[in-house]
């Protein structure tokens, strides 16, 4: 028992035998703990091996009760799942893939991932080929993205090579083949279902005409085909009958090829795969051209190329401007989604480094030297970019300058440059290998000549360039002479690694086995690694002079040439006060121009000098001048030094300062404005002022401050702050100012009233309620807008409904807000007199003798508790009630109430009501019946009636049917599907008022039901026969009754024959037997019956036979018979075939017996024969005896020669089958003409015999007639 929630838990056990049973229970026995472990993930799925297109069911095995769970399925459909046991994940793609699950509970969780757990592999197909490729075969298929050219194979499994297509979109191709007969065709596959046939409809995607081609067409992919990789077949074949054509996917045809490619089938509705290509990848140039090669109909693309810079256009060119590794990524995009593919380290950028530059500077006009240092060659430019180069080299004399001008320099790497090793003298020896260099190449280059040392004569040799695997990519034979000396090879070298440049054996080139150090190389664009032989050594090529084929141009730098005009050194001082008094430290700081970066400075005050710093701070203490002499550190100046004019700094006496404040009024109302104003002395032109309430600073830096804000006691002081240099008493603060602050009053008035509502007439009193009224308040009421009195309170009996009631305060108060209010208005609610009335009603005014019938009374303006006095023909009946109910009413009795009101305002208080007048009737009787068929068959549809009397017009009737209810609300019942002994039954309700027996049960109806018998007949007998063979039928039925008709037909035609038996001698090929039975009886169903038919099949009997056509030793051959079930060929050479009209093909020459047998259902037959196969060649000489045989093929003329006479020769020609066509006998003769137009066009074989018969050829010649 496994307990999964924690907690205490009872075990009852009840054991039991014969003798009675006992139960034994033990309280909180288990107690289940909570398991605080995170689960242990665990899964296993249905299969793991599966083909492509099924599914997958997983069941999760997690321990320690997880209550989440996270799948991902890759490569699957869906690829997520958050149940705990996912089913049906559609692998849609072969391969191998995992799986993940993550178990969580409240503890933690736990991941599983099973790696290469699901193998999706690819459907198994049949195969197809063809015995041979002699004639034709695929030489080019073209679709989508594959375009595939291949040589002549019976079978091309292309299976690697994938293309994507969309769902609902369409696909041109283009087949080619490779010969140029009208007879071949091309059929095209492609198995959308991926079930591993071509069986299924619209699989067929494609069929030509016979053609020769090129084999174009168009398919469009079902919408509603799965998604993923699938197989696609291509078949050319030759149609003539000869070559043994097969129009289908699978199996063998005689001539032509079969091609597998894998299709990938793209969701209409899914986002795109991103996919790219770069060109090139490795550049010294920066220039970089992007090719997309998305699948899923992307319809925009954003580039990031890794260096800030994006693109928005689908194959975009892009230029990188620094050197660097650069990862790229694309995102392509449509209405379904995104995919981002991301490319790491792709493009690989070496520019050249820009060279650096020292300028130069003078003053005034001239020529300045400007030098540049780099790699490669530095090439001189006037302007930033384009123009022509004005200088080459490291240093550049400008032109005579006048003013400041930027050059620019670069390195250009497109120049020749060398690399290798130079030591072509010394460190080695002379070698006479076939030896090599290997080397790599980042960007396109020419190699344009090496140096070598020819140790030995000068002469021929032959230099290679190789690939890594030492296959010749170009080669140069070269002179060389001896001793040192450049050979030119012009060898163009793409991007790539390990290339060799090979020297040839027996070179006698010099080549180093010591000071080798590898690589040399040019960054970006070429670096020797190494030879073959090791790392010590260094084979023959010294010196290489490369150039790139790609032009790798630097970034320019600037170099500037500076002109310095003499300028004129400026300076003037300022001080931060010139009127100050005595003692105050005054600074003083210059304004200079042209001063340099190291000017120097002398101070002086009254002529004295006082510092030499860029500033001066001193205390004055009577009034000076001041001025400073400047020295500029400039080189090309036209004033040095100069002295800036005097500042004259004024010393003053100290004045006090003193300030006082003002007001209008120092009593107001709390929110009143009061403004006080600030009377400064000795405060300067800019004096600055801070105002203070209760010591807090307020208000802002002006002469007056204004508040409507202040409390009662509120103290007000102002600080004045001189603008004066010179004073005393500064900060100075005026005298308080005391105010006093009256709160304001809020009057307010409500008014109440007496009770309300009040009839008309009756009075009312309002009384008024105030706060904050002051203390001598008036009052003034208001109706409708009119004056009607004064005082707290108002009363009157004359008032009308919904009259309006207000009253309005007044107040003295000074500090009041509002000296007079209005109440809220009171609306008066006076009640008119009312009139009461009474009807009274009953629902049954017509009733039976002796029943009941109730009245009830509905008064208006009743009151709350109004009393009632029922009365019949005027006298009082009944009680004080609102209803009235008797059963000793007459017919004609009247009845009537009065109405007494208890409403206040009712006037009168009495009201008579209606009168009604009581029709009572007499009981009648209700009688029913029913009446129908007593003995019906089985299934026949009856009907039963239920006669009626005093039912009245609308009677309700329920039937029944043993006991339950059935039927609908009508006076008759039918059906189908009574059985024997049902009961009918029927409860009639009448519609008539005073039926006293309503309702009425009619007297039940008892059915008898015979069973229905159904009728039916089939026939047998002999279905396959011989030509004239009696055939006998037999007819077998059920429920046919004791006089059966039968009726036979042939092919629906009767044959008159009333027999259970029937037997024909006559009957065709292809006849149709059939039976129609009709029984004798009642209640028979399905009569009459049709019975089964048979369809006849008549064989005639058999004669064997066959002919034959012979190819040299492939020989077709044709039964002569067209209507046997089997055919067996036996060809006497241990092979045998099934077909009605094989080709075979003996493996030697000989005679064989050929066995032919056919079958049918009558007879089985055999024919023999024997047949001929003779494979020989075509020539034109027999060796033996010098023969010579010509022309051949011939067109006529035949002509056979010796270099010996013919002596007593016979000449025998005969055809493929034996027969002999031609024979003559030679006496002598040298060459022999033979006319051989008189014979069919085909091949011949060509005996020459001796006298004694013997052929004097070594084989027989085979000739062919054209």
């Known amino acids: 028992v496994v307990y999964n929630t924690p907690g205490n838990y009872t075990v009852s056990l009840t054991v039991t035998n014969t003798a009675g049973s006992d139960t034994e229970t033990k309280t909180a026995y288990i107690t289940v703990l909570a398991n605080t472990n995170p689960p242990v993930a665990d899964f296993v799925a249905s299969a793991t091996t599966i083909t492509v297109g099924g599914s997958v ?63 999706v592999t690819a459907p198994i197909y049949c195969d197809g080929y063809s015995n041979s490729t002699a004639y034709e075969y695929i030489s080019n298929v073209s679709v989508s993205t594959i375009n595939n050219t291949t040589p002549a194979t019976q079978y091309s499994d292309f299976t690697n090579i994938t293309t994507n297509i969309t769902q609902g979109a369409s696909y041109p191709f283009t087949i080619t083949g490779s010969s140029t007969y009208a007879t071949d065709q091309v059929l095209i596959w492609i198995d959308w279902n991926m079930d591993g046939d071509f069986d299924d409809t619209g699989e067929n995607v494609f069929t030509s005409s016979a053609s020769v ?170 302007v930033p ?168 141009i630097s970034a320019r730098t600037p170099a500037v040439a500076t002109i310095e005009q003499a300028v004129t050194p400026s300076i003037t001082i300022s001080a931060n006060n010139t009127s100050v008094c005595s003692g105050t430290t005054v600074t003083l700081t210059p304004t200079v121009q042209n001063a340099g970066t190291t000017p120097t400075y002398q101070w002086t005050v009254n002529g004295v000098a006082a510092g030499t710093s860029s500033t001066l701070s001193t205390p004055i203490t009577a009034n000076s001048t001041v001025t400073c002499t400047l020295t500029s550190s400039l080189t090309c100046t036209s004033a040095n030094p100069v002295t800036s004019s005097p500042v004259t700094i004024t010393v003053s006496t100290p004045q006090a300062v003193n300030v006082a404040v003002t007001t209008p009024v120092t009593t107001i109302c709390e929110g009143q404005l009061a403004t006080f104003t600030a009377v400064p002395s000795n405060g300067g032109t800019t004096p600055a002022y801070q105002w203070y309430v209760n010591a807090q600073p307020v208000g802002t830096n002006s002469a007056t401050f204004s508040s409507s804000t202040l409390t009662n006691a509120s103290i007000v002081t102002c600080q004045l702050t001189s603008s004066l240099g010179c004073t005393t008493n500064n900060p100075a603060t005026s005298t308080a100012v005391n105010m006093t602050v009256t709160s304001n009053i809020d009057p307010q008035i409500s008014i ?83 009139t009461p009335t009474l009807v009274i009603s009953t629902l049954t005014p017509n009733v039976c003798t002796g029943e009941s019938i109730t009245f009830t009374a509905t008064p208006t303006n009743g009151g709350n508790t109004p009393s009632y006095q029922w009365q019949v023909n005027g006298s009082n009946a009944g009680t004080n009630s609102s209803s009235f109910t008797s059963s000793t009413l007459v017919d004609g009795d009247l009845v009537t109430c009065v109405l007494t009101s208890n409403d206040p305002c009712a006037n009168p208080v009495n009201s008579t009501s209606n009168s009604i007048e009581v029709n009572i009737e007499s009981s009648l009787i209700l009688s029913a019946d029913i009446s129908g068929p007593t003995s019906i068959c089985q299934g026949e549809n009856a009907t039963y009636v239920i006669n009626t009397s005093n039912a009245g017009s609308t009677p309700v009737y329920q039937w029944t049917l043993n006991g339950n209810n059935t039927g609908s609300n009508t006076p008759n019942l039918s059906s189908t599907g009574f059985n024997n002994g049902d009961i009918i039954g029927c409860t009639v309700y009448s519609s008539l008022g005073c039926v006293s027996n309503s309702p009425v049960i009619a007297s039940t109806y008892t ?105 040299e030793l492939e020989i077709s051959f044709f039964s002569s018979i067209t209507n046997a079930d089997y055919y067996y060929w036996s060809f006497g050479d241990g092979n045998n075939s099934t077909e009605q009209n094989p080709v075979h093909t003996y493996s030697a020459d000989g005679m064989y017996i050929v066995t032919h047998s056919v079958v049918n259902a009558c007879d089985s037959v055999v024919a023999m024969q024997s047949v001929n196969a003779v494979s020989v060649g075509m020539s034109q000489v027999s060796t033996n005896n010098n023969i010579s045989v010509y022309p051949n093929p011939s067109q006529g003329i035949l002509n056979i020669s010796s270099d010996l006479a013919f002596q007593n020769i016979t000449i025998k020609m005969t055809d493929v089958a034996g027969r002999v066509v031609y024979l003559t006998s030679n006496q002598y003769q040298k060459m022999v003409s033979i006319n051989i137009s008189r014979l069919e066009k085909g091949i011949y074989f060509l005996d020459l015999l001796n006298p004694n018969g013997e052929t004097i050829n070594s084989s027989s010649i085979k000739i062919v007639h054209q």
């Open 752 to 834: 109440v009233s007496s009770t309300m509502p009040v009839c008309s007439g009756q009075n009312i009193t309002f009384t008024a309620n105030t706060t904050q009224g002051g203390t001598s308040p008036a009052y003034q009421w208001f109706v409708n807008g009119n004056s009607v009195g004064t005082g707290t309170t108002y009363a009157s009996t004359t008032l009308s409904d919904n009259d309006e009631v207000y009253c309005t305060l007044s107040v003295t108060e000074v500090c009041t807000e509002n000296a007079t209010v209005n109440s809220n208005i009171i609306n008066v609610d006076i009640s008119p007199a009312t």
């Open 1007 to 1111: 059915v008898i039901v015979s069973a229905s018998a159904s009728v039916t007949v089939t026939i047998d007998g002999t279905s396959n026969l011989c030509t004239s063979e009696i055939a006998t039928f037999n007819a077998s039925s059920t429920n046919e009754g004791t006089t059966p008709v039968y009726d036979w037909t042939i092919n629906g035609i009767s044959q008159g024959i009333n027999n259970a038996v029937f037997t024909s001698s006559t009957l065709s090929d292809g006849d149709v037997v059939g039976l129609t039975l009709t029984a004798s009886g009642s209640c028979i169903t399905n009569n009459p019956a049709t019975a089964n038919t048979i369809t006849v099949n008549v064989d005639d009997h058999l004669t064997a036979g066959f002919t034959y056509t012979p190819n």
């Open 213 to 382: 081609g090129p084999y174009t067409g168009s398919f469009t992919v079902p919408a509603a085909s799965p998604t993923g990789s699938t197989r696609m077949r291509i078949r050319m074949h030759d149609t003539n009958t000869s070559y043994t054509p097969n129009p289908n996917p699978c199996g063998a045809s005689g001539y032509g090829e079969v091609e597998d490619y894998t299709v990938n089938i793209i969701s209409l509705n899914m986002p795109p795969v991103a996919i790219f290509s770069a060109s090139p990848v490795s550049t010294c140039n920066g220039i970089v051209q992007f090719t997309d090669e998305s699948t899923g109909n992307a319809t925009s693309w954003l580039w990031n190329f890794g260096d800030g810079q994006t693109a928005t256009t689908q194959n975009p060119s892009h230029t990188y401007t620094a050197s660097g590794n650069y990862s790229v990524s694309l995102t392509a995009t449509n209405a379904n989604g995104s995919d981002t593919e991301t490319q790491t380290d792709l493009i690989v950028v070496s520019l050249p480094t820009a060279p650096t530059t020292t300028g130069g500077t003078r003053c005034g006009t001239g020529v300045v030297t400007l030098t540049a240092a780099g790699s490669a060659t530095l090439e001189w430019y006037d």
């Open 57 to 119: 069911n997983f069941t999760d095995l997690s321990t320690n009760t997880p209550n989440a769970w996270a799948w991902s399925f890759t490569g699957g459909t869906p690829a997520t799942s958050t149940i705990q046991n996912p089913t049906n994940i559609v692998y849609n793609a072969e391969g191998l893939y995992q799986v993940s699950l993550t178990a969580t509970n409240a503890y933690g969780n736990d991941i599983e991932t099973k790696t290469a757990y699901i193998n």
């Open 385 to 552: 970019t384009g123009g022509t180069s004005i200088n080459t080299g490291t240093t550049f004399v400008t032109p005579s300058l006048s003013t400041t001008t930027t050059y620019y320099v670069e390195s250009n790497a497109s120049a020749v440059q060398t690399v290798g090793h130079t030591a072509s003298t010394t460190n080695g020896a002379t070698n006479t290998s076939a030896s090599y260099l290997t080397f790599d190449v980042f960007e396109p280059l020419t190699i344009l000549s090496v140096e070598v040392n020819n140790t030995g004569a000068a002469g021929n040799k032959i230099i290679s360039l190789q690939n890594s695997a030492g296959t010749n990519i170009d080669t140069r034979t070269v002179n060389v002479p001896a001793g040192v000396s450049r050979i030119d090879l012009g060898f163009d070298v793409p991007v790539g690694t390990a290339y060799r440049l090979t020297g040839p054996a027996n070179s006698n080139l010099y080549r180093n086995d010591a000071g080798v150090v590898y690589p040399y190389t040019i960054p970006g664009l070429v670096s020797i690694t190494g030879t073959g032989a090791g790392a010590q050594y260094y084979y023959y090529f010294y010196k290489w002079y490369v150039v790139p084929q790609i032009t790798c």
